[in-house]
């Protein structure tokens, strides 16, 4: 999905100017913190998962998307997926009404797990069904995509010739685990020259982005 989202390597988008990292606060407001707690609890619901959880942020107008600030964003796709998954009515968004018959089945984890949640995580590695397709040193070529949905493979790479120089395992592919279907797929970090990317601008660079196997194709001599 190409969207306000994926502006990496764009130009027209005017100076980058951003504020020391040793200065800058991990919230500039209190209404930032609170939608990263709302985030993250409502997450420990196991109604979605965190690729979802980007796509419900993704579909929003592109240009609501730049204008928006990043825990705008957040909100946006937080307030989405609560409609969407049966836990927020429009009513009770709008401040209108409370409806008390939500999902009955949601567990609401404790502090005790909520905590045990946060400090284990989970790991995004599968098992592997097939061998990889290509070996460290195979020159590749990253698949368009035109799709409406979800996908990490970064538009400035798209279209271009890369190559493959570490094979990383097999891992949850994150275009099928945004629909809801868990499965996996080899996942390879991938050389690409700064010139093929951006010409003289990106001359004597070089760039290394993990991308999954289905989105790789033999690469063009």
């Not at 619901?45 to 980007?54: A, C, M, V």
């Amino acid at each position: 999905m190409k969207g306000g989202h994926d502006l990496g390597g764009q130009s027209g988008m005017g100076p980058i100017n951003p504020e020391p990292e040793s200065q800058e606060p991990v919230f500039h407001a209190e209404w930032e913190r609170r939608v990263f707690g709302l985030t993250l609890a409502t997450g420990m619901l196991g109604k979605w998962n965190i690729d979802e959880s980007r796509h419900a942020r993704e579909r929003q107008d592109p240009i609501t998307y730049i204008e928006n600030s990043y825990y705008e964003n957040w909100l946006e796709g937080l307030e989405r997926l609560l409609q969407e998954k049966g836990l927020l009515a429009p009513d009770e968004l709008a401040g209108n009404a409370v409806i008390s018959d939500t999902d009955s089945a949601v567990q609401v984890p404790d502090p005790q797990l909520a905590s045990k949640i946060l400090a284990s995580g989970a790991s995004s590695e599968r098992e592997a069904r097939s061998e990889a397709l290509f070996s460290v040193g195979d020159r590749v070529l990253v698949r368009s995509s035109e799709g409406t949905g979800h996908t990490r493979a970064p538009r400035y790479v798209q279209g271009m010739n890369g190559i493959v120089s570490a094979i990383v395992g097999c891992h949850s592919f994150p275009d099928s685990n945004a629909v809801g279907v868990h499965e996996g797929a080899t996942l390879y970090r991938v050389s690409f020259l700064g010139k093929d990317l951006w010409g003289t601008t990106g001359a004597n660079s070089e760039v290394l982005v993990d991308l999954w196997e289905p989105y790789l194709s033999a690469g063009i001599s």
